[in-house]
């Protein structure tokens, strides 16, 4: 008895397996929501292996603070944020590369068979054109079918944010794509 009252798990009823889990809604948060997530991160970050790393991080962060999560319901769009985020960091890790990257592997880097095929779709290349605000926007609207106020709580703006950001977005699009057909 003395040893039962001495893990914190035993007085609160909780198993030990839940315990070490965190709970079972991260479990099944990751089950229903993985592979939507890995395809929000392969659209913002264009390579696979990345994306499945962004959001492998994500829920890792979301599993280690769901027993101070104060409103556990919002556990997806804590990840959602988490994997935007994650996102963001991989586009500064590759900006610092290119910026001290040597000049002369410029000139001989081409883009061979490894280049992702999102990276020759159009609409991708014009997508990750745009500024970072648009850019999310438009694939948490189009992409991910989220609302207004979804966008705004992920993103942590105003709707009237996520509303201009989408027609800048939208408006710059329309630009790029219509000025790539008819050079």
Same mark, same amino acid.
């Not at 999560?69 to 590369?97: D, I, M, Q, T």
């Not at 290349?125 to 609207?141: D, G, I, N």
């Given at each position: 008895?003395?040893?039962?009252?001495?893990?914190?798990?035993?007085? /609160?009823? +909780?198993? *030990?397996?839940?315990?070490?889990?965190?709970?079972?809604? #991260?479990? =099944?948060? &990751?089950?229903?929501? @993985?592979?939507?997530?890995?395809?929000? /991160?392969? +659209?913002? *970050?264009?390579?696979?292996?990345t994306?499945?790393?962004? #959001?492998? =991080?994500a &829920?890792?962060?979301? @599993?280690?603070?769901?027993?101070r999560?104060k409103?556990?319901e919002?556990?997806?769009?804590?990840?959602?944020?988490?994997?935007l985020?994650?996102?963001?960091?991989?586009?500064r890790?590759?900006?610092?590369?290119?910026?001290?990257?040597?000049?002369?592997?410029?000139?001989?880097?081409?883009?061979?068979?490894?280049?992702?095929?999102?990276?020759?779709?159009?609409?991708?290349?014009?997508?990750?054109?745009?500024?970072?605000?648009?850019?999310?926007?438009?694939?948490?609207?189009?992409?991910?079918d989220?609302?207004?106020?979804?966008?705004?709580?992920?993103?942590?703006?105003?709707?009237?944010?996520?509303?201009?950001?989408?027609?800048?977005?939208?408006?710059?699009?329309?630009?790029?794509?219509?000025?790539?057909?008819?050079?």
């Amino acid at each position: 008895m003395a040893h039962e009252a001495d893990d914190p798990s035993a007085r /609160a009823g +909780v198993s *030990v397996e839940q315990d070490q889990l965190g709970s079972g809604d #991260v479990t =099944d948060l &990751f089950r229903e929501h @993985h592979l939507e997530l890995v395809r929000l /991160a392969l +659209v913002m *970050v264009g390579d696979l292996a990345t994306a499945e790393d962004v #959001v492998q =991080d994500a &829920f890792e962060r979301l @599993h280690r603070r769901w027993p101070r999560l104060k409103e556990p319901e919002h556990g997806l769009g804590y990840v959602r944020s988490s994997v935007l985020n994650g996102c963001r960091s991989v586009h500064r890790r590759a900006a610092v590369a290119r910026k001290h990257e040597p000049q002369l592997a410029r000139f001989g880097a081409d883009a061979g068979p490894e280049a992702n095929a999102a990276d020759r779709s159009e609409l991708a290349t014009a997508l990750r054109s745009l500024p970072r605000r648009q850019r999310e926007v438009l694939v948490l609207r189009y992409y991910l079918d989220l609302d207004v106020a979804e966008i705004a709580s992920t993103l942590r703006i105003a709707p009237s944010g996520v509303r201009s950001n989408c027609t800048r977005g939208l408006t710059a699009l329309s630009t790029a794509l219509g000025g790539n057909r008819n050079d």
